[in-house]
């Protein structure tokens, strides 16, 4: 049977603007389409940690795959998981740009 989950390779936003700051492997629901530059929150030791996705990688979790990048990262098993995606919402301000327009306007 095939156990298909994400690897979610996650820099937290504290550490965001350090080049050198660790990237921290997490799992996550078999397709749930987290993509590369979505801001999740993550369970960590210490309760939860927001981030923002690296890279993101569909794997059966019974692979060498996943072992190995476990390995590479040298993640500890069992790897925590990924508790939500942060979605973003765009506002939208119609009347208001339409009013600056007419505004400007001679």
């Not at 603007?17 to 749930?32: Q, T, V």
């Not at 993640?75 to 007419?102: C, F, G, N, Q």
């Amino acid at each position: 049977m095939t156990n298909y989950v994400d690897l979610v390779l996650v820099i937290f936003t504290s550490d965001v603007n350090d080049k050198r700051s660790k990237r921290y492997l997490f799992e996550a629901p078999g397709f749930a389409h987290i993509q590369d530059g979505s801001k999740v929150i993550c369970n960590v030791k210490d309760g939860t940690e927001t981030g923002w996705v690296v890279s993101s990688y569909t794997v059966d979790k019974n692979s060498e795959e996943y072992n190995f990048m476990c390995e590479c990262t040298s993640a500890t098993l069992p790897l925590k998981r990924i508790k939500s995606k942060i979605r973003e919402i765009e506002l939208d301000y119609e009347d208001e740009e339409e009013k600056e327009e007419v505004e400007v306007a001679p």
